[in-house]
């Protein structure tokens, strides 16, 4: 192999899994046990005590199972959720039942399908949540497994990110990749004749962005570029952590300067090391844009489980799991989660009265995708950043 990695074939014979669902798989088939099962995708706790996660990877997992004799239950994609309703019931995400040994061999698969993408999203959602309305662009493939890079920028993107600088990232959700440019421009040209070279060569629709820190101090370098573009839109301050000191008084003091020369259109755009705290402090301190990295593409994952819940419509289940189909309500106005037994309603929230939907949903029927058609990361989004205004201050 070139890179290791395993194709789409590979992934759905199921060589991706764990041997012990092929061991279990083999020892049903000769004891021709045919149990009709119902397993739940539930999360016991959320990284870092996170409000809310952002559930994704649906499209993947559906994909995964196409075909098989199962059913699949799941909330839509980009669907905000919390790891516990309002009686500490643990919220599930995802259904899928049928026979178990026609698809005990893609919990594996299909756990790590959306554990990673809902940990990306739901970083990037907490750092699109911190920036507001400021820019947030996804830098952080560099870190990973190129073969992810199209998975990861679509995950930042859905989760909020604005843009995403992959080429494959940006084919993947239909957009335009962002990106500045490199120290190595500045280094092998020269500063100024880089800038100058930048600003003439470069598609006028595209945005003139300075990276300033190359040699010299922030502020005499954004003056600099300010001066030497013929339009200069902002200038990025990638201060490398040895030279920050503090690094939003270093954002201040650049916004102040540029200011007072008259260049007050020129935006602030911040890079490196960057986190949702860190977004905030820049923020405050006049920044105006945020390449984010390792922080999305190295996410923490959700760390969801499979259990089965039913056997033969009965309910059961393992030692720490509650057993049985749930109905799963979501208040639209406080965003509380409400868990109840299959068959049991509410019509209000029972926290502030709001109310409430039906977050579950059918969307694969006997291995055809019903309600689910088709990958549309930008409606996704939306709905992401909708939601977000529930979920905007409820941490502390
Ligand atoms: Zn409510």
Redesign the pocket.
């Known amino acids: 192999m070139k890179f290791y990695y395993a194709n789409e074939d590979e992934i759905k014979q199921g060589k991706t899994t764990d041997i012990y669902f092929l061991r279990t798989e083999e020892i049903l088939r000769k004891n021709h046990v045919k149990k009709h099962v119902l397993a739940e995708f539930t999360v016991q706790t959320l990284p870092d005590k996170y409000d809310f996660a952002v559930f994704s990877g649906l499209y993947e997992v559906l994909n995964l199972l196409e075909g098989l004799p199962v059913n699949v239950y799941a909330m839509k994609e980009g669907t905000i959720f919390k790891s516990a309703d309002i009686n500490g019931i643990p919220v599930p995400v995802m259904y899928i039942e049928g026979d178990y040994k026609e698809f005990a061999k893609y919990e594996t698969p299909a756990l790590g399908l959306i554990c990673q993408a809902s940990g990306i999203a739901t970083k990037s959602a907490r750092i699109k949540r911190a920036a507001g309305d400021l820019i947030v662009l996804s830098f952080g493939i560099r870190r990973m497994h190129p073969v992810l890079a199209p998975f990861i920028d679509r995950n930042a993107y859905i989760g909020g990110c604005d843009g995403v600088s992959s080429i494959k990232g940006a084919e993947v959700i239909k957009q335009n990749p962002r990106g500045t440019m490199p120290h190595a421009l500045m280094l092998t040209m020269g500063e100024k004749e880089a800038w100058m070279s930048y600003d003439e060569i470069l598609d006028d629709s595209l945005p003139r962005i300075a990276l300033i820190d190359t040699f010299c101090d922030e502020k005499t370098s954004a003056i600099k570029a300010a001066e030497v573009f013929k339009k200069l839109d902002a200038v990025r301050l990638d201060t490398p952590g040895t030279r920050r000191g503090n690094f939003a008084k270093i954002v201040r003091e650049t916004r102040w300067e540029l200011d007072v020369r008259g260049f007050k259109d020129v935006g602030i755009i911040v890079s490196g090391g960057l986190d949702e705290e860190s977004v905030k402090e820049l923020k405050e301190a006049g920044a105006t844009g945020f390449g984010v990295g390792t922080s999305i593409s190295n996410a923490k994952t959700i760390d969801f489980a499979m259990d089965i819940v039913e056997i033969e419509h009965r309910p059961i289940a393992k030692r720490g799991k509650f057993s049985k189909r749930k109905e799963v309500y979501r ?1 639209t ?4 989660y409400i868990v109840l037994p299959y068959g049991e309603h509410i019509k209000e ?6 109310k ?1 939907e039906k977050v579950l949903h059918k969307v694969m029927e006997g291995g055809k995708k019903l309600s689910y058609f088709e990958d549309n990361p930008e409606e996704i989004r939306n709905y992401v950043l909708e939601q977000l205004k529930v979920y905007k201050n409820t941490e502390h």
């Open positions: 208040c106005d406080c965003g509380e929230c029972p926290v502030c009265g709001g409430v």
